[in-house]
């Protein structure tokens, strides 16, 4: 089901490739063309037509690949309109000159030839200026002149600033300074800072929010259904102009309504939690900030004791590995990497380890959904893998009380719809891989914001460059 939703975007994906050949093949129709006029490539005046068979088939194909592409979104609007009318331009303006090539035209042949020729120069032009917008919308304006290291940082700054610190008093922390900015820190300077500014917006200083975007002013104090930043990110992800764009980390619905509240609460800079009225629905969540439950990092603050050695042994006797994790920590990743069988003395000796325990590999054992009851006594399990096993959903629904879990891979499982369910109810979890599931896209589109699922059909190894810089502007 996942093959069906993905089979456009994947021809869509082949956009940066195909546009290379109607630029090098109608510009070598053009060479032959002014080449069969001199006597000595006079014979070349037959390739012309095939050449501009081809460049006008791949022209097509280009521009119908771009137009795909371009639904996706995370493109600058206008250079993207500008871009695709000029490729369909081009795509057009090939066709009709292949037309005036053809013998069987009504025209005289002598006018066809004429049209020919004077058609190649804007033919030429649309096809550098056409390549030029569309390498500046998937580098950014300035490629030619950029170091190539843009989008890079893009996904580094994602990586660290996931990593928020945890707030020591929530209630006298500033709202703005404390809870919303390092917000858009992380969600939106990617496109709209100091680096980029997307729609004309910057959100890294105070001054240039209250400035708003081109279209004026982003939020009305007191107004939060009137105010863009709100319309915008509460647009279902499906739609146009919602932001953050598709194929980035996305808002949850508590950071909407957090900046919902302090719009409502009149947008003040300066103003601490205390000092705005409590909102009942907001309360778990700005507890949640001081917790460093929320905190995405792989290792928990707390030191925990140390394990159990006879139960280490034993397991490790049962061909299971057993590693401590970051080096001098007393926290275990266990693989079951080695020992293809889970049986039941395993699953004693792991709950003996579960205070330990934050990372669990079981992919390709022979795991059961009731095997799970037990996987579900590992209160840190933090990484769980699963994939390639016969887990189905009742397995899934054991999981329900891992309340620190962020990784669960399910990749060739028989999990469907009715897992995410109750994935959706682990507030921990940030990372979801589906690959080869029987999850819908239905499913899918009710999975939490939150969660960053991977359902692995976008994989194209052979276009790598190009899918890197892909959706990250
Ligand atoms: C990957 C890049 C990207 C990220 C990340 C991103 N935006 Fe945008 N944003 C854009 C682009 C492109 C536009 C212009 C196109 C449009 O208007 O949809 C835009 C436009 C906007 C506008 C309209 C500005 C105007 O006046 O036209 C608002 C408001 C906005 N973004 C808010 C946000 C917020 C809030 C976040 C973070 C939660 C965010 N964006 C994250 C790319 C991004």
Redesign the pocket.
């Known amino acids: 089901m996942l093959a069906e939703i993905n089979f456009t975007s994947i021809f869509g994906r082949f956009h940066p490739a195909l546009v290379h050949l109607p630029i090098g093949i109608l510009l070598l129709a053009f060479l032959f063309e002014l080449l069969s006029k001199t006597k000595r490539y006079k014979k070349l005046k037959a390739a012309v037509r095939p050449a501009l068979f081809f460049g006008t088939l791949s022209a097509v194909l280009a521009a119908f690949s771009g137009y795909i592409l371009s639904n996706e ?5 206008e250079l993207l309109s500008q871009h695709k009318w000029m490729g369909f331009a081009t795509a057009g303006l090939a066709f009709l000159i292949f037309l005036f090539s053809s013998k069987s035209f009504a025209l005289p042949k002598k006018d066809q030839r004429k049209a020919v020729l004077v058609l190649f120069f804007p033919l030429v032009i649309l096809l550098m200026v056409t390549g030029h917008w569309g390498s500046s919308l998937t580098r950014g304006e300035d490629y030619l002149f950029d170091s190539g290291t843009d989008s890079l940082d ?1 996904a580094n700054t994602q990586k660290i600033a996931t990593q928020r610190q945890p707030i020591e008093n929530v209630s006298e922390a500033k709202v703005y300074d404390d809870i919303i900015q390092p ?2 820190k992380e ?6 800072s100091s680096k ?1 500014q ?4 910057r ?1 890294d200083e105070i001054e240039l929010i209250k400035k ?5 002013e ?1 939020f009305t104090a007191g107004e939060p259904k009137e105010s ?2 709100i ?3 509460s647009l279902s992800i499906e739609e ?2 919602h ?3 598709r ?3 996305q ?1 949850t619905s508590s ?1 909407i309504e957090l ?1 919902k509240w302090w719009i409502t609460e009149g947008a003040s800079f300066e103003k601490k939690v205390k000092e705005l009225s409590k909102r009942e629905e907001l309360t778990n969540y700005l507890e949640s900030l001081s917790s460093t439950q929320t905190v995405n990092s792989w290792l928990p603050i707390e030191e925990v004791a140390v394990a159990d050695g006879a139960a280490i042994e034993e397991l490790r006797s049962l061909g299971v590995s057993i590693g401590s994790v970051g080096g001098k920590s007393n926290y275990l990743s266990i693989s079951f990497a080695g020992k293809k069988e889970v049986e039941q003395r395993d699953l004693e000796l792991l709950k003996i380890l579960s205070p330990q325990v934050i990372e669990l590999n079981l992919a390709r054992t022979t795991v059961s959904d009731d095997d799970l009851i037990l996987i579900s006594e590992l209160k840190e399990l933090r990484r769980l893998h699963v994939e390639h096993t016969l887990i189905t959903d009742s397995g899934i629904s054991h999981l329900q009380g891992c309340n620190n879990l962020f990784y669960l891979n399910l990749v060739e499982t028989n999990v469907s719809d009715e897992a995410l369910k109750i994935v959706n109810n682990i507030r921990s979890l940030k990372e979801l891989y589906l690959f080869n599931t029987k999850v819908t896209k239905d499913g899918l589109q009710k999975l939490n914001s939150q969660i960053k699922m991977d359902t692995g059909g976008y994989e194209l190894p052979f276009l790598a460059t190009d899918t890197l810089i892909f ?3």
């Open positions: 979104g995370a493109y600058d609007d893009a917000l858009l969600k939106c300077y990617a496109c709209h980029k997307k729609g004309q917006l959100l708003g975007g081109k279209h004026g982003i863009e930043i319309k915008r990110t146009k102009g932001m953050p764009p194929r980035e980390a808002l950071d900046i959706g990250r502007k």
